[in-house]
């Protein structure tokens, strides 16, 4: 099955592109609603990988801090465009729908007030419900197929449930790999295949180099020359190095960063992230909100800039880094048995996502749950494309009354 995928040619860095600009448009729900997105579009329906090797990219980036969605689409797209021109196209393409809705939010461009939106809004969760539901569904009969895995994912969902936050996704992760030393050796046929991602050895430790760089040296060079735009390139970089877990977690971050040393101001902090919630794609693209309306300059289109970029960058380059040495880790015997320990505990840390956040923000109601088993079944049964999945539940979400 390994070398079905892998066989396949490269796309052009347009097909990569057009392919994350429609997820990047499409892609409600958080992090974890765009990994069940991602596995959908690319190993369901495209096949540019498989099931096993998308969980080693998703398990690899778990891992490393950063935006864990915008890194997975980042490492398909070094996969599938052959090297760094094709990550930075997914990059960009799944990054600038959400990016340039905030930005013009910061701008006073901001239309998604009343019950009618709120509807909307409440509807995206609701999609969101059936997306992680469909993505647990498909991996856990190809991820968890033995009683070992099974409780690998098991215990990853008690661990995720009773240490919470960051560190218990990193726990999971770390106990599903010991495990899988210990009980899933041989327990299923070795990859015969690579990852073929275009990444040199040389070029992954130039990539870790620059991270560690720009993570000490900023902060020395800012103090020196006192400048508004490298402490703003600082805060934000500092930021997205330091997180674990996703978007939500670097918020109280943020927080720290831009209200503290009152650059942006709490209310203005809160509504942007109010509105980042009502936006397909990554929520790191808050950052392009904050950037805008930063006090004092530079903001606008170069505060923008400058903090999205800053607060990608450094996920960008530790997966960027870690690619080509992952490929090679990944094909060891023992290497393989940890990663089936670590698939499985990633298969439990999305069910514990499904219930917290993903299903107790979303289902409120009776009619909630009928929306979103409605949405299941047409992803699973119907298998309609995702974003007509969206388009029908945002509506229901309009229509119905949020009590």
Known sequence: MEVKYMAEKSASIAEVFAAFLKLGLTSFGGPIAHLG???????????????????????L????????????????????GNGLLGGLAAWLAFTMPSAIILFAFALGASVLTGPFAEGILHGLKLVAVAVVAQAIWGM???????????????????????????FGQIGAIALGALAG???????APAPTGHLGFSVSHRHGAAALVLFAVLFLITPLVTA??????????DAFYRSGALVF?????????????????????????????????????PLFTFAAYLGAVAEPAPNGLAGASIALIALSLPGLLLVYG???????????????AAMRG???????????????????SAVLTPRDFAVALAGFLLLTVWKLPPWIVVVILATAGAALPLT
């Open 37 to 59: 997105y991602f596995r959908t579009e690319f190993v369901e329906r495209r096949k540019w990988l498989s099931e096993s090797s998308y969980a080693d990219i998703v398990a």
């Open 61 to 80: 980036c778990q891992f490393l801090p950063g935006p864990a969605s915008s890194q997975v689409g980042f490492a398909l797209g070094v996969l599938r």
């Open 140 to 166: 856990a009969s190809s991820l968890t197929p033995d009683r070992e895995r099974a409780a690998i994912a098991l215990a990853a969902v008690a661990i995720v449930v009773f240490v919470g936050g960051s």
């Open 181 to 187: 030393l210990w009980l899933c050796r041989g327990s």
């Open 224 to 233: 020196q020359t006192g400048s508004q735009g490298l402490a703003l390139f």
């Open 245 to 281: 877990g996703g978007g939500h977690v670097v918020l109280p971050l943020l927080q720290a960063e831009v209200v503290t040393p009152g650059w942006v101001s709490n209310a203005d902090f809160l509504a942007g992230y109010g509105m980042a919630q009502a936006v397909p794609g």
């Open 322 to 336: 870690m690619l080509p040495f992952w490929d090679a880790l990944r094909l060891r015997p023992k290497a393989q």
């Open 342 to 360: 670590t698939n499985a505990a990633v298969v439990g840390i999305l069910g514990a996502a499904l219930y917290n956040p993903v299903w107790t």
